[in-house]
C-alpha cells in the first residue's frame, strides 16, 4: 500500500513540476494537458486523474513553485525602523528574487486573465501586504498616500527590476537607487 502511494505522490510531483516548467518556458495560457502529460511522461487521463481540472493544477504549481522560489520575508522588512533603509533593504532582496523569479512571474502577469481568480487575488493581496509593510513611517498625507503606494508598488514589481535591469543594463544597486528617489519623490 506504502509502494502504490508513494508512486502516486511521485506522478503528482512529475505533472506538476511538468506544468512548472512549461508556465516558465510558454506561459500559463500556452501550456495545455497535452503538453504536460507529454512533458511529465503520463498520458492525459493520468493528469486528469491527479488534477480534475485547471485549478487544481495550477494551484499545485504554484505552491511547487513559490516553495521552490519564496519571495523575501516581510517580517525582516518589519524589524527595519527607519522607512528609507527598510525600502532599500525590501527592494534588494526582491531584485535578488527576480533573477530567477522574473522568467515564472512575467509569463503569469501576462497571462493572468487566463488563470482562476486565486492568482490575481493571491498575488494582488501579497503585493497589498508588501506595499503596506514599506509604507509605515513615511508620515504621507492626502494625495501623496496614493502616490507613495502606487511608486512602491511599481518599485516591487518583478517587471521593473525586467525593465530596469534586464532591459535596462542597470546592476540590481543602481536600480534599488533609481526606484528609492522615484519613491521619495513621490512624497513631494
Not at 21 to 36: I, K, N
Not at 125 to 147: I, K, N, Q, S
Not at 161 to 170: Q, T
Amino acid at each position: 500500500m506504502n509502494a502504490r502511494q508513494d508512486s502516486v505522490e511521485q506522478t503528482r510531483q512529475q505533472i506538476t513540476e511538468a506544468t512548472m516548467r512549461l508556465h516558465e518556458r510558454v506561459g500559463p495560457a500556452a501550456t495545455t494537458v497535452s503538453a504536460v502529460a507529454e512533458e511529465a511522461g503520463v498520458t492525459r487521463l493520468t493528469v486528469y486523474r491527479h488534477f480534475p481540472d485547471d485549478a487544481a493544477l495550477i494551484a499545485a504549481c504554484s505552491a511547487h513553485w513559490r516553495s521552490l522560489h519564496p519571495r523575501p520575508d516581510t517580517a525582516a522588512w518589519s524589524a527595519v525602523a527607519d522607512p528609507i533603509e527598510r525600502l532599500r533593504m525590501a527592494l534588494s532582496e526582491t531584485y535578488a528574487w527576480a533573477h530567477t523569479a522574473a522568467p515564472m512571474m512575467t509569463k503569469i502577469y501576462r497571462d493572468i486573465e487566463v488563470l482562476p481568480p486565486l492568482v490575481a487575488e493571491a498575488i494582488a493581496r501579497d503585493d497589498a501586504h508588501r506595499v503596506d509593510v514599506l509604507a509605515r513611517g513615511f508620515g504621507a498625507r492626502g494625495r501623496a498616500v496614493c502616490r507613495l503606494g502606487a511608486a512602491l508598488g511599481h518599485a516591487l514589481d518583478v517587471r521593473t527590476w525586467v525593465s530596469l535591469c534586464l532591459e535596462g543594463g542597470l546592476r540590481d544597486e543602481e536600480a534599488v537607487d533609481v526606484m528609492v528617489a522615484a519613491v521619495l519623490a513621490a512624497l513631494r
